[in-house]
């Protein structure tokens, strides 16, 4: 039967596992890049990844789930699309990295399928974390950073749309909800920032968060001089 499992989160104690969140065009990409020349100028060892795609395999998950050929999918396909992205991300990028004590940025992980595939798309959302979950061996975030835009003014930042993108403007703002959900209700490893501020000023929020959160990482990249 389908009992519920408890998500109680594994947190890695080596290495620093920060992911960027939000809305498309809401400065992710930006403020990931932003943040790994930061720490690698401050001499870290930064992993700066994204999903989905950042693997062999993964890579080719992402044509199929973002490709506007790809036409329609059943939701639920969609949901073990991107379940099968991460498990290969967090098996062979992630984990490995945090194990050498590295810092490992990620553009979108686990909260993005939740807010897309459970509020967007409607599927019941325990039932896409339980997935989610089985997937990254609940492996969580030290923090996440969620950019928070209205999807009128981050789809408006670009041009060009891929199957997530083309979706309407009510599923944009019933994911930016679930974003901020998540957040609420786990303050101590959210910080939730308005994407409207410009992008020096976001980048320096962020590193000061990150800053004390930074110790559990100095030990690898002390040890490889
Ligand atoms: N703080 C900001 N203010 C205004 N525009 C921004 C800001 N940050 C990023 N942008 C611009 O918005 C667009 C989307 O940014 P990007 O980092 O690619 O977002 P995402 O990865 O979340 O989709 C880019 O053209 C980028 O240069
Ligand atoms: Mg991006």
């Known amino acids: 039967m389908f009992t519920e499992m408890d998500f109680t989160g594994t947190y ?9 969140e939000g809305g498309e065009g809401s400065g992710k990409s930006t403020q990931s890049r932003l943040l790994a020349e930061r720490l690698e100028s401050l001499g870290h060892v930064v992993r700066l990844t994204f999903e989905p795609g950042d693997t062999r395999v993964g890579a080719e998950l992402r044509r199929i789930v973002l490709s506007p050929e790809t036409g329609q999918l059943s ?30 940025i990620t553009d979108r992980y686990v909260d993005t399928t939740l807010a897309y595939q459970g509020a967007g798309r ?5 039932e896409v974390e339980e997935v989610a979950r089985w997937a990254t ?9 969620v950019l928070d835009v209205d999807p009128r003014d981050g ?3 670009f041009e060009g749309r891929d199957r997530i993108e083309a979706e309407s403007l009510d599923f944009h703002q019933r994911a930016r909800q679930s974003f901020l959900d998540l957040a609420a209700a786990d ?23 990150v800053t004390p959160l930074l110790a559990r990482a100095t ?5 490889r001089g």
Do not use: M, N, S, W
């Not at 030990?219 to 040890?223: I, K, L, T």
């Open 75 to 104: 939701d639920r396909t969609e949901v073990l699309l991107y379940a099968a992205d991460k498990a290969e991300h967090v098996d062979t990028v992630v984990v490995p990295a945090l194990e050498r004590g590295e810092v490992v």
């Open 137 to 145: 061996g609940d492996l969580r975030p030290h923090l996440t950073v």
């Open 187 to 209: 303050p101590d490893h959210y910080l939730v920032l308005d994407a409207r501020a410009d992008r020096d000023e976001l980048a320096a929020r962020i590193l000061e968060r």
């Open 122 to 126: 409607g599927l019941a959302i325990g």
């Open 155 to 157: 789809l408006g930042r």
């Open 219 to 223: 030990a690898a990249a002390e040890a």
């Open 12 to 20: 890695l104690p080596q290495g620093l596992f920060v992911c960027f």
